[in-house]
């Protein structure tokens, strides 16, 4: 059964710090692997997507990387701020079967405090 | 930008009751989708559909079922509601079915079954 798993659950961390999310996955064959951030209340909202030639995506402040030799990727955020504070779910989708073959992790909740 | 609307945010409701959950989508996206997201679990997809009258199971459907008799809306029923499904119900929908594409998701209905 493929499997997404991301760590650490949660995270607290001071206002203007950087901080890294992991995800290990085991989908296979790979087609793409986006991070969506979740705030309190709201539905996720796509942040990146990378594809399998892909190793390092930025948006804004996010810079994402893969090792799809290793199934791992992670999530970077840089000079985090108090709007940062969310869920970030990593989902990973495979190159043959249909939408029931997507994956999601459980996500990282991440909460910045001034 | 996409708007994806849930009719409604809290919704409590009685053990055998059938329940309606409406979705809207103002995109004209081919794609739509139900999910359930429960603490500890993630998300996990009920049911989609990639045209009107069409519809596909996903990883949890007992107990669901689901309309799509226009391309913009997508209903979701519980034919006879149980404790069990309390629980954050999140529509989705997406241009086409290609999953490269992204998600964009409604703001979610938080449904408890009393």
């Known amino acids: 059964k493929n499997q997404v798993e991301q760590s650490p659950q949660s995270l607290i961390i001071l206002e203007g710090k950087n901080c890294t999310l992991q995800?290990?996955?085991?989908?296979?064959?790979?087609?793409?692997l986006r991070w969506y951030k979740q705030d309190t209340g709201r539905g996720p909202v796509s942040l990146t997507i990378?594809?399998?030639?892909?190793n390092t995506k930025s948006n804004g402040r996010y810079t994402a990387t893969l090792d799809a030799d290793t199934k791992q990727s992670s999530l970077h955020i840089t000079a985090s701020q108090l709007s940062d504070s969310a869920s970030y779910i990593c989902?990973?989708?495979?190159?043959?079967?249909?939408?029931?073959?997507?994956?999601f992790g459980i996500g990282t909740k991440l909460q910045v405090i001034p | 930008d996409v708007k994806v609307t849930q009719s409604s945010r809290y919704l409590v409701k009685r053990t055998g009751e059938k329940v309606f959950l409406e979705c809207v989508q103002d995109?004209?996206?081919?794609?739509m989708f139900w999910y359930r997201q429960d603490p500890g679990l993630g998300l996990r997809l009920i049911y989609f559909?990639?045209?009107?009258?069409?519809?596909e199971k996903g990883d949890i459907p007992e107990g669901y079922s689901v309309s799509r008799e226009k391309k913009e809306r997508f209903s979701l029923i519980l034919e006879s509601a149980s404790t069990n499904q309390t629980s954050m119900y999140l529509c989705?929908?997406?241009?086409?079915?290609?999953?490269?594409?992204?998600?964009?998701f409604g703001d979610g209905t938080r449904l408890s079954i009393l």
């Open positions: 990378m594809t399998f030639s892909e």
């Open positions: 995800c290990n996955y085991t989908v296979s064959p790979f087609s793409n």
């Open positions: 559909s990639y045209d009107v009258k069409m519809k």
């Open positions: 995109m004209d996206h081919e794609n």
């Open positions: 989902v990973v989708s495979p190159n043959s079967g249909g939408y029931q073959k997507v994956t």
């Open positions: 989705a929908s997406s241009r086409t079915g290609r999953r490269s594409q992204p998600q964009h």
